[in-house]
């Protein structure tokens, strides 16, 4: 399944680095493009982050509730 196609997401990586200004030559911004990442990936898979954010919240509520 390509979700591209889907939901119009589908911009090159080329077109996001010149949104942001970013050329070949530059240095690496390690956290804005994990935040790009993450930010195009929920986009394009909201299911599956939902389904993490629920998983990851019961686990921490089952595990950290106060006795």
Partial sequence: MDYQTQTGYGRSLSEESRQF??????EMRVLEDVGTYLK??????????AYTCFAV?????W???PW
């Fill in 21 to 26: 200004g970013q050329s070949g030559g530059e």
């Fill in 63 to 65: 595990k950290l509730r």
């Fill in 40 to 49: 195009r990936y929920a986009r394009e898979r909201p299911e599956v982050v």
């Fill in 57 to 61: 919240g019961f686990l921490l509520g």
